[in-house]
């Protein structure tokens, strides 16, 4: 049975990097970047364009999410600056289903409960031999004000026979069309290669899916089928054109095996509630924001009263430095970042690209260095404002 909801909007993120060419050619993420990271790209800039909106749920889907234990959509809430207490947040990973199970779960959620529910499919895939395979993300925002309509249908029983599942009340026979409706194929045109969980949602707005009377449609190894349907100017909307490559992506060679993050009081705070959300704080009477937040203004002292501060994401580049005393992975070009708030950022610019005083710069989530073995810990970077972080 077809599952439709209302659709309002849709996002993608490629990163800028191929490796490859012609029909073989595929996306390459930075070395700092994953599933996580480009779910984040595609998703604010998603936002950005409804900040009036509710959004009550957060699906993730991702055949490569960095995390198991089910972290990786907290990480996005945070991140996007939603509230988690008011977000339900559900992940969808390891097999290849997880896409479509995602898609599927959030058209049902969307006609189920009030405000928007946010889905966002990502991967960085890469070879056992560490070769990529494709990178990329998608956003979809499922809203009852939508022009458009999405709908996931699960297409005719698979050809092969029915499977017994063993159980302790004995044996279930189910059809496999049922357990496979969901199963997403390898978004494999040219340019962008094995996309994963994007691996339906990216082809359906750069072109790779079928245009006619009934809408956008794409297909997915004959077990379940995308359709959007709705105005014509609505349904262009949602076209994007797949960026140009731009060679290689840079190497890193990573921290060396007994690598330990140095402790500091930055990073203790970092790693509290409001590290994500990037929120500091500000001198009701100044109105001079600081980051980290401090305990006391240091102007008025700790007799001025204090209020939370979110800080912006885009400002422009006050200082900037090479540190060549504690690298990972080679040298580190370092920033101060005057925000469009007022407030000052220091932090790494990205692997590969360099800024100069004056810059335009925006922050954007990414991996930062941790221990061999040991969780990933992401945090924001500073990049140009000139699209090279990931084209959109």
């Not at 405000?115 to 990178?135: C, E």
């Not at 998608?138 to 026979?161: E, F, I, K, N, R």
């Not at 949602?238 to 060679?253: I, N, T």
């Not at 930055?266 to 980290?292: K, Y």
Request: proline share 10%; glycine share 10%.
């Amino acid at each position: 049975m077809p599952l439709r909801a209302p659709l309002l909007d849709a996002e993608i993120a490629l990163p800028p990097w191929r490796i490859g060419a012609g029909p073989r050619q595929r996306t390459a993420a930075d070395p700092d970047e994953d599933a996580v990271t480009l779910a984040w790209m595609a998703g604010r800039t998603l936002l950005d364009r409804h900040t009036d909106r509710n959004i009550s749920a957060l699906l993730f889907a991702s055949t490569s999410a960095p995390l198991t234990d089910g972290a990786n959509a907290a990480t996005l809430v945070s991140a996007l600056r939603l509230d988690p207490r008011a977000v339900l947040t559900q992940e969808f990973s390891g097999g290849a289903s997880a896409g479509g199970a995602a898609l599927a779960a959030g058209a049902a959620l969307a006609c189920a409960r009030p405000g928007a529910v946010l889905v966002l499919l990502a991967d960085s895939r890469a070879s056992a031999a560490g070769d990529p395979l494709g990178s990329g993300a998608a956003a979809v925002l499922l809203d009852a004000t939508g022009d458009l309509a999405l709908q996931v249908t699960p297409l005719g029983p698979a050809p092969s026979p029915a499977v017994a599942y063993a159980s302790s009340a004995g044996v279930v026979t189910a059809n496999p069309s049922f357990t496979r409706w969901a199963t997403p194929a390898s978004a494999r045109i040219p340019g962008l290669g094995d996309l994963g969980a994007a691996g339906a949602w990216i082809p359906l707005m750069t072109g790779g899916g079928q245009t006619d009377e009934n809408g956008l449609t794409v297909e997915s190894d004959q077990s379940w089928r995308l359709t959007v349907t709705g105005p014509d100017h609505a349904l262009g909307a949602l076209r994007r054109d797949v960026p140009a490559g731009r060679g290689a992506p840079p190497r890193l060679s990573g921290p060396p095996p007994t690598f330990q993050p140095y402790y500091s009081a930055p990073q203790h705070w970092r790693d509290g509630d409001a590290e994500l959300a990037l929120v500091g704080m500000r001198c009701v009477e100044c109105d001079v924001p600081e980051f980290p937040a401090a305990p006391s203004c240091p102007v008025h002292g700790p007799a001025a009263a204090l209020a939370p501060a979110r800080l912006a994401l885009s400002g422009t580049v006050f200082a900037r430095t090479r540190d060549h005393v504690f690298p990972v992975g080679g040298p580190l070009t370092m920033a101060v970042v005057e925000l469009a708030d007022g407030a000052r950022f220091y932090g790494q610019v990205v692997p590969g690209r360099d800024v100069a005083i004056g810059d335009p710069v925006r922050l954007v989530l990414r991996r930062m260095p941790t221990a061999a073995g040991a969780a990933p810990r992401y945090f924001y970077k500073i990049t140009p404002m000139d699209g090279t972080d990931a084209d959109q």
